[in-house]
Structure formats: structure tokens, C-alpha cells
């Protein structure tokens, strides 16, 4: 079990064990029950998906998690076939062409990101944490600011403090400028602040503010 976290270069901090257990079951709580959830709209969102924009269902992309290990991150196709990859800076802007009309749906309440469960079962992923990213723009990002890398000391999570605090990012600087909100939550985890980004998510996904 992590008991320990690099919030500076060289400089470590200790969570307490409660608050590993916190999270431990908060992780397979949401796991179990995300995955019901799943299976159970899983035929008629995917027959919904495919009559939208015929191929695949799930979409699986690689990204860098906990201590950069590679790992392929889970979500609902929400875009046509063959335009995700479009580029690794080519971030979802505002009614992006790419996104089918059952896709924009899934977005506006993060309903997209469900498949995400398995990776939380898996491990892979928390329900809480920075988001994960891709090896390439790690690589950029990191040469513009070295302490980027230190978004990788915690298992990257499905929502964030970085996600409700923030809008979405369409370029490196956007990215950039989220990191302190990553790097703010690396170092102040506890209990109160899990539950109020919790809280903030549910109120995101009611809103429907997701791009």
C-alpha cells in the first residue's frame, strides 16, 4: 500500500493509514458500484453508439500512471472513427466536428469516462487524483516545467481538484497553468478535501459542463 508521496523534488510526505484506508475503500466502493451501473446501460448505450457512428465501443488509449507505468485508459467512443488519435496536442475544443451527436451526450456528463471503472478495479487508476496523461505531452510538458513530472507521485484518478477547479485546456500553456491545482492536491490529501471534490464532481455532472 502507498504510504508515501514525492511532493518535491527529493522531499517525500507520509499519509496517515486511515486515510490510505479511506481511499482504498473509496476506490472499490466506486468500483463495484460503477461497474453495475455499466452493465446494466451498457446494451442500450452501446447499441446507441454504434447506430450514432458505426465501429467500436470502447475506446482504449495509453497513458502514463502511477511512476509513469504505462497503462491504456478506458472510455465510451465518443468521437467518429479514426479522429482521436489525431494527434496527441489535439485537445477536444468546444463542439468539436469529431464528436458524434450520441458522443457529445456522453461528454456533457462525463458518462464517457465510466469504463474507467475497470482501471480503478484494476489498480491502475483512483477515483481521485491528477488526470493521466500522455507519454508524449509528459515529455513536452516536463521540458517547460520539471516539477510536471511530480503529477505522476499519486495514481492518476478519474475526477480531481484540478477538474472541478478548472476548465478544460486546448494548448501546452493550459495545461501548465492546471498544475499547481495537481501538485496543491498531491500535497494536502485528506478526507474533508476528497469528499468536497466528490461533492464539486456531482454538481459538474448534473450541470452537464463536460466538453
Same mark, same amino acid.
Given at each position: 500500500m502507498q504510504t508515501e508521496v514525492e511532493v518535491e523534488h527529493g522531499t517525500t510526505m507520509s499519509l496517515p493509514p486511515l486515510y490510505l484506508c479511506w481511499r482504498k475503500f473509496m476506490d472499490i466502493t466506486f468500483g463495484l458500484c460503477g461497474t453495475v451501473v455499466l452493465l446494466l446501460i451498457l446494451p442500450a448505450l452501446a447499441l446507441l453508439i454504434y447506430l450514432d457512428s458505426p465501429g467500436p465501443i470502447f475506446y482504449s488509449q495509453e497513458r502514463l500512471g502511477y511512476r509513469g507505468k504505462k497503462f491504456y485508459m478506458l472510455k465510451f467512443r465518443s468521437m467518429c472513427p479514426n479522429t482521436e488519435d489525431a494527434g496527441c496536442g489535439a485537445w477536444t475544443a468546444k463542439d468539436d466536428l469529431r464528436v458524434t451527436r450520441i458522443g457529445r451526450f456522453l461528454r456533457a456528463i462525463h458518462l464517457d469516462e465510466l469504463p474507467q471503472v475497470f482501471n480503478i478495479l484494476r489498480g491502475e487508476m483512483s477515483l481521485i487524483g491528477p488526470r493521466p496523461d500522455l507519454e508524449e505531452n509528459t515529455a513536452k510538458l516536463e521540458k517547460v516545467n520539471p516539477l510536471y513530472c511530480q503529477r505522476q507521485a499519486i495514481k492518476p484518478g478519474l475526477t480531481g481538484w484540478t477538474q472541478v477547479k478548472c476548465g478544460y485546456g486546448t494548448t501546452y500553456m493550459d495545461e501548465l497553468a492546471k498544475l499547481p491545482?495537481?501538485?496543491?492536491?498531491?500535497?494536502?490529501? @485528506?478526507?474533508?478535501?476528497?469528499?468536497?471534490?466528490?461533492?464539486?464532481?456531482?454538481?459538474?455532472?448534473? @450541470?452537464?459542463?463536460?466538453?
Open positions: 491545482y495537481d501538485l496543491y492536491y498531491i500535497k494536502h490529501q @485528506s478526507f474533508m478535501l476528497d469528499i468536497d471534490i466528490i461533492l464539486k464532481t456531482i454538481v459538474e455532472v448534473v @450541470s452537464r459542463h463536460g466538453q
